[in-house]
């Protein structure tokens, strides 16, 4: 008798606890899309309105869908009106970006590969200072580079080109690239290095032959990480080029401050969905090197 | 020779990164550093003049609002970043369907450039077409938002967009802290009869000390730096009243062509940085040595 009292009084606290449970699930999960909501919104807001007319923006609110698959602002962003002067638009300086952002990123991974190489299976007196030598490089506040880079690229006679930005971008690119590969193959065995050397490998076949077939993942990750850093750049680009050189973010900022006329913001949000859409799509598709990447080095602002 | 040459490879090799760096990191430095303290304006000139630029600096009432307006955002922008991370992760690692879509979602404004999500932000804020117009068409004929043309609130509107921007990537690192713990810790807090909320609050929260530092470093680093997102949403304005140092000191630069004066502000940027990350990177250190 008194056993089953028992029971039921526990059964019915566990009921309790069940729907409290359940109270709060529900109120995690609407946490949750809560902040998905406010997360997404502001994509969302830039595709709808790139589709409307400027006509349906006036008329509609933020959230409105558009009358239509209306593509119209999207030519415009990418390929301008077609009239002469004063008609900007993304398409050459798409591919400035494209032109700096290849040799940029290649260059700045390879220099950090050889010096991760190096800090971690060729180790000499002092490389720990060495190391924390070229890590500084990641922190310093680009303000403090801005004065003697722009004099420097003006007598170089590089400066307002895509090959000043190509090396601005190498330059300040190498802490972070040193930073990958040395904390990755510090974790590479150097017995393997050492039995190589015994065999007579020297210091670029052992690279080639033993690291550099194991370095996928973080080639993957270094390479993601200069592509959206270098892509992203304002900074530099707004510093060092004007004009036709300028690359695509620089392009996007002048289009959006541009006072011609009517503000036009389905074609505002068009371009700025098009200066976006490389790196959106590098992070969709390899979201998981993106992240491991911007944990291990996301000091850069 | 070749002897020598086989026994420095690893050197030589080393030599194009350390000079590139030494070269356009140090000595770019030290020269800003050296402009500083000289009367330059529009070309650099070489006779020191002392603290003249300094004193020029701190008088001026555009760097005052500058730096008042870098230490409410830095404020702000930490808090609501660390306190949304912490919510976002704890949220996530209660074995939450669609978990991968929502991480991904938190995190996607981290891939897109600050001009990109400013524009953006900046067209949501506008009076005129923005959210203030939405909630009138719906009927709330008094609501406004006009933050982004007010003087006093446009720094706000800047916390906001940059929130939203970082606040991803702090439940990124606070996930990846909280996976890191061994699930017996957790267990063994249960059976001894602890609420989730004890485990997290007492046990799990206290562990991520060290996710803490990190995030505050980098957060602090981010806003010191922060640059593109307010000339993409606000240009400083209204006026001058959303001017943050970094903006100052490119203006002063490259428009009013006080070249003296901004390698001072340059520098003053440079020791706030150097005055959270040396310690840090001290303790990091120290941890990688400890191990």
Not at chain 2, 230 to 251: D, K
Request: charged share 15%; with cysteine.
């Amino acid at each position: 008798m008194q056993d089953s009292l028992k029971s039921s009084s526990y059964q019915q606290l566990e009921q309790k606890s069940k729907y409290t449970n359940m109270f709060l699930r529900w109120f995690l999960y609407f946490i949750l899309i809560l902040f998905a909501s406010y997360f997404i919104f502001p994509l969302y807001v830039m595709i709808v309105t790139s589709l409307k007319t400027m006509e349906e923006i006036r008329q509609g609110t933020l959230l409105s869908w558009p009358s239509g698959l209306n593509l119209e602002s999207w030519a415009v962003a990418w390929g301008g009106r077609g009239y002469g002067a004063g008609d900007t638009f993304l398409r050459p300086y798409f591919w400035n970006s494209i032109k700096m952002v290849v040799p940029a990123v290649f260059f700045s991974t390879f220099i950090g590969a050889m010096t991760g190489y190096v800090l971690t299976k060729w180790r000499f007196k002092g490389d720990q200072w060495v190391f924390l030598f070229l890590l500084f490089g990641c922190f310093i506040p680009f303000q403090a580079i801005l004065l003697p880079m722009a004099r420097t690229l003006g007598v170089l006679g590089i400066s307002n080109s895509v090959i000043g930005l190509v090396l601005v971008h190498t330059v300040y690119g190498i802490p972070f690239t040193t930073l990958f590969f040395r904390n990755y193959y510090i974790s590479v065995p150097t017995e393997l290095v050492k039995a190589a050397r015994i065999d007579g490998a020297g210091f670029f076949k052992i690279f080639f032959k033993i690291l550099l077939p194991i370095s996928a993942p973080i080639i993957v990750v270094t390479v993601i990480w200069q592509f959206t850093q270098i892509w992203n750049d304002f900074l530099f680009g707004s510093t060092f080029s004007f004009g036709e050189a300028a690359p695509i973010q620089v392009a996007l900022n002048n289009m959006v401050l541009s006072s011609t006329s009517v503000k036009e913001y389905n074609v505002d949000m068009a371009s700025a969905i098009i200066a976006g859409i490389p790196t959106l799509i590098v992070y969709v598709l390899a979201g998981k090197y993106f992240i491991r990447g911007l944990t291990s080095g996301a000091v850069k602002g | 020779m070749f002897k020598w040459l086989e026994k420095n490879l690893p050197k030589i090799v080393m030599a194009p990164a350390v000079g590139l760096i030494g070269w356009f990191v140090y000595g770019f430095v030290l020269w800003t550093l050296y402009i500083s303290f000289t009367n330059s304006k529009i070309l650099p000139k070489y006779e020191l003049w002392g603290f003249g630029q300094y004193e020029k600096l701190w008088a001026s009432r555009k760097w005052l609002i500058a730096v008042d307006n870098l230490l409410i955002f830095t404020a702000l922008f930490l808090i609501f970043c660390v306190v949304i991370g912490i919510i976002l992760a704890i949220f996530l690692d209660q074995k939450i369907r669609a978990e991968g879509l929502l991480r991904t979602i938190y995190l996607y404004p981290m891939a897109l450039s600050f001009i990109v999500t400013g524009t953006a932000w900046k067209w949501i804020l506008n009076p005129t077409l923005g959210i203030q117009k939405m909630f009138r068409d719906w009927g709330f004929e008094n609501f406004t938002f006009d933050w982004l043309v007010d003087r006093e609130m446009a720094i706000y509107t800047i916390v906001i967009a940059g929130v939203w921007q970082s606040a991803g990537f702090v439940m990124a690192l606070f996930l990846a802290g909280l996976r890191s713990v061994e699930d017996e810790i957790v267990k063994a807090a249960k059976i001894d009869g602890a609420s989730l909320f004890t485990v997290y609050w007492k046990i799990l929260l206290p562990m991520m000390r060290p996710v803490f530092f990190t995030s505050f470093v980098i957060l602090v680093h981010i806003s010191i730096k922060s640059y593109d997102l307010i000339v993409a949403l606000t240009q400083g304005g209204p006026g001058i009243s959303t001017t943050m140092p970094a903006l100052y000191m490119t203006q002063t630069a490259f428009h009013k062509s006080q070249v003296g004066l901004s390698a001072a502000s340059a520098m003053m940027m440079f020791m706030a940085v150097a005055a959270v990350i040396i310690p840090y990177l001290y303790s990091e250190l120290r941890r990688e040595n400890a191990r």
